[in-house]
């Protein structure tokens, strides 16, 4: 047909026009806005997720569950059996309590990944009502915290040790100091006991002489005719009760004093940053000057590293403890003494400072300034310990108002170089 013929057969055209420039420019705003979201959330390290309640779908974008891009968007169900057995329980009712209005949601909880593998994810969230007052999506964000979980429970179970070591140590001071006040009187027992034999023996004809003479007589409060028989017996159960305490003693000495395992090659500098790590909280809440002069070659120590990293721990945590305001410095070093063959460990706070009365009772078992914030007086008392078992010794100088040196020195394994980090 003839295209010309249709226009000059028009007679009228009748239309509609809206000005959109707003909304176009509001749907600018809006995907510009969602862009700097996503992009802090990429920065912070999160993902997102969003539920729809109405659909029952699941949509989300951290690589946590394990799943490819195109696998997350997936049913309400399969999210849930992604979530740890354990957790699962606990989850759903963190998820009931948003919905119902009673708290946000915000756990940590654990995920098992189609490969078998767990991960933890701390989730946040928020839900979303409609004009009924129903929920219509509920929605959040997740981050993989599995690193975090892991250098929590290594550092839990370094505590641990740390405390059991502690606590065996304060443990075996004082089975040792009842072993040795329990051994004295037992040795006077045991050196007195063949005496009264011996005089029982002596004595034993003439006692008897005078039962077939005169009949029997009183000794001490029973009669001869029965204490003849029961002495005897009483003496040979103070023995034989005497050697038990001896065996006693023998096994709580052996409790107080364990064989240690063999020494090994011990690189100073690895113990002191894993001891930092273990009081880092400590350090944080007690001063903003925490300096370490550290370097990049020590030669190593003979040694057992979990008891020289508890000195190390005794000592930074005295040097905290000593501070009375947060400018005050702690400063830890190493160096090798190339003359002496030793290599030095020094911990020097400026704060309070002891006198000489108190530095002479530094090392007693249960000797402490701390007893009403809870020191128990064992930490320097064992330390010394530590230092004299590795063949090195434990310094401590002091003045009051001037702060605390402490060292930790001990020798460096024979003919061997520094060691040079790779």
């Given amino acids: ?121 701390h989730s946040v969230g928020d839900v979303e009502i409609d004009q009924s007052g129903r929920p219509k999506r509920m929605f959040g964000t997740v981050q993989d915290i599995t690193e975090r979980k892991q250098a929590e ?73 029965k204490a003849r028989e029961r002495i005897p017996k009483i003496v040979h159960g103070i023995r034989e009760g005497s050697q038990r305490i001896k065996s006693y003693v023998a096994e709580l000495r052996a409790f107080a004093t364990p064989a240690a395992s063999q020494p090994e090659a011990v690189d100073l500098r690895k113990v002191t940053d894993a001891s930092v790590s273990l009081t880092e909280s400590l350090i944080q809440k007690s001063t903003d000057r925490f300096l370490v002069d550290m370097p990049a070659a020590l030669p190593s120590v003979s040694g057992h590293p979990q008891r020289l990293s508890q000195v190390v721990v005794n000592l930074v945590q005295n040097a905290c403890h000593a501070l ?36 002479a009772k530094i090392f007693d078992p249960f000797f402490t300034t701390r007893r009403e914030t809870g020191g128990t007086g064992l930490g320097l008392s064992v330390s010394k310990e530590i230092a004299d078992e590795h063949g090195g010794r434990l310094e401590i100088e002091s003045e009051p108002g001037k702060g605390t040196t402490a060292r930790l020195i001990l020798p460096a394994r024979q003919g061997e170089a520094p060691d040079h980090e790779g």
């Fill in 324 to 359: 009375s305001n947060r400018s005050q410095a702690i400063t830890l070093g190493l160096r090798h003494d190339a003359a002496a063959n030793t290599v030095e460990l020094t911990v020097r706070d400026e704060g309070h400072g002891m006198d000489g009365e108190t530095q």
């Fill in 1 to 121: 047909m003839d295209q010309s013929f249709l226009w000059r057969s028009l007679r009228g055209l009748v239309g509609v026009a809206f000005d959109v420039t707003e909304r176009n420019q509001a749907a600018e705003v809006l995907r510009r806005s969602e862009r700097k979201l996503r992009d802090a959330a990429h920065i912070a390290n999160l993902g997102y997720w969003e539920t729809d309640f109405d659909t029952k779908v699941v949509t989300w974008s951290e690589e946590s569950f394990g799943l490819e891009a195109h696998e997350r968007q997936a049913s309400l169900e399969t999210l849930i059996a992604l979530i740890h057995p354990e957790d699962r329980g606990r989850v759903l009712s963190a998820v009931d309590a948003t919905l119902s209005g009673d708290a946000r949601h915000n756990l940590e909880y654990r995920v098992v990944q189609p490969g078998g593998a767990v991960r933890w994810v």
């Fill in 153 to 225: 429970e290594l550092l839990r179970e370094s505590q641990e040790r740390r405390h059991r070591a502690e606590g065996l140590a304060s443990l075996g001071t004082l089975t040792a100091s009842v072993a040795h006040e329990i051994n004295n009187p037992n040795n006077f027992i045991m050196l007195n006991v063949p005496v009264l034999e011996q005089v029982l023996r002596v004595a034993e004809p003439l006692l008897e002489e005078r039962f077939r003479t005169e009949g029997d007589f009183p000794v001490g409060k029973m009669p001869y005719s």
